[in-house]
C-alpha cells in the first residue's frame, strides 16, 4: 500500500470536494436576498416552507427576499443555514453577504461557528435548546 492509498479517505474525500463548491459558490449573486431565492429553488423549498421551519411569519421571508436592505440578524442568517441545511461554505457565503461575520474571540460565535460546520445533524430546537442552556443568542426566530 503506498502513501498516498494510506490517507484518510474521509479527509480525502472533503478535500476533493472543496474545488466544486467554491465553483459553485463563484456562480452565487453578490446579492443576500438573490442568493436566498437560489438556494430555495436548488433544495425545492418554498418561502412559506422556509419561514414554518424558522418559526416567522411568511411575509418576513418574502421581505427579505425582495428587498436587498431588509436587514436581519446574525441569528436568522444562521438558523437558515440550520433549516435549508447548507454546507459550511454555502453558509459562511450567506453569512458574509448578510453583512455578518463570526468572531471567534467571542463564545457565542464560536458556539455559531460550530452550528454551521454541523449544520446538517441537528435541529433548530435541539441547537435552540442547548444554545439556551448556555446563556447564548438562540438562532432563527426563537428568541425569548
Known sequence: MTSKQKLNPMLNMMIRKAAPIAFKEQEYPASFSRTVEIILKERNMFPKEL????????????????????????Q???????????????AFSLLEKSGYCLRMTSAQDAAYFSIITTCGQYSLDEINDVLEDKGFLMIGARQK
Do not use: C, F
Open 51 to 74: 419561514a414554518d421551519l424558522l418559526n416567522v411569519h411568511r411575509r418576513t421571508i418574502y421581505r427579505l427576499l425582495q428587498d436587498d436592505e431588509y436587514q436581519t440578524s446574525k
Open 76 to 90: 436568522m442568517v444562521i438558523g437558515m443555514a440550520v433549516v435549508m441545511k447548507l454546507t459550511p461554505p454555502e
